[in-house]
């Protein structure tokens, strides 16, 4: 029994070291990012906050602010805004996720967030918004774009097939509370 005990502690370690390791190398990477010109997609600024996450809380019901300011901070350089002539009318939040795999060391980045404007849909914001932020993701070696999408989020998921994403699995509970979702991948190299 005392010996489940010390392997579950050490699993627990190892988990929270690779998250660590992870979190770390990110950062790193963030910090070192080459902006692209990209006209009226910008990074975030703190003042655009407030409208940005007024834009998160109309297009989710259960999104999590805390998270957005988070990724704002910290990883300001993938936070992109896209605007219509001074107004905000949409985002995106990645976040890099370094990988090992058998190709050996990747860049990796995931879509944290992604919402337009209800007044702007059906504009081709976020299909800009998406096609810039990925080409400046391949300028910075990402090898790859991953998102998590719930499986009936058909304006979402056309969305992202339409840039190129490919569903690579159906999970469950990333997405929400018993819910599923596609993984979806674009592959950048
Ligand atoms: C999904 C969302 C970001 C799309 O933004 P948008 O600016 O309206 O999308 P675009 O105008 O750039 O559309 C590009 C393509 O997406 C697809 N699409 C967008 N809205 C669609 C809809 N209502 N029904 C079907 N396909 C749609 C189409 O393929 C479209 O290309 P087309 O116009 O040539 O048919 C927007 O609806 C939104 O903010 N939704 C709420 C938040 C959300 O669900 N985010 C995704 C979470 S994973």
């Known amino acids: 029994m005392g010996n489940i005990k010390i392997h579950a502690r050490s699993i627990g370690y190892l988990i929270s070291l690779k998250k660590l390791l992870c979190d770390t190398t990110g950062n790193l990477l963030v910090k070192k990012w080459k902006s692209i010109e990209k006209g009226d997609i910008v990074s975030i600024e703190e003042h655009m906050?407030?409208?940005?996450?007024?834009?998160?809380?109309?297009?989710?019901?259960?999104?999590?602010?805390?998270?957005?300011?988070?990724?704002?901070?910290?990883?300001?350089?993938?936070?992109?805004?896209?605007?219509?002539?001074?107004?905000?009318?949409?985002?995106?939040?990645?976040?890099?996720?370094?990988?090992?795999?058998?190709?050996?060391?990747?860049?990796?980045?995931?879509?944290?967030s992604i919402a337009i404007d209800r007044n702007f849909r059906g504009r081709g914001f976020a299909e800009r918004l998406l096609k810039s932020s990925t080409e400046e993701m391949k300028a910075n070696g990402i090898s790859s774009v991953l998102l998590y999408v719930n499986i009936n989020n058909l304006p979402a998921i056309h969305l992202y097939q339409k840039i190129g994403f490919r569903k690579i699995k159906q999970v469950k509970n990333i997405c929400g509370q018993s819910e599923k979702c596609y993984e979806m991948e674009l592959r950048l190299v």
Do not use: H, T, W
Request: charged letters at 25%; hydrophobic letters at 35%.
């Open 49 to 112: 906050l407030p409208e940005v996450l007024r834009i998160q809380a109309e297009g989710f019901k259960n999104g999590s602010s805390e998270k957005l300011i988070r990724y704002s901070k910290n990883s300001k350089n993938i936070f992109y805004v896209i605007k219509n002539v001074d107004e905000i009318v949409g985002y995106c939040a990645y976040y890099i996720k370094p990988a090992l795999s058998l190709k050996g060391f990747e860049k990796k980045s995931v879509i944290s």
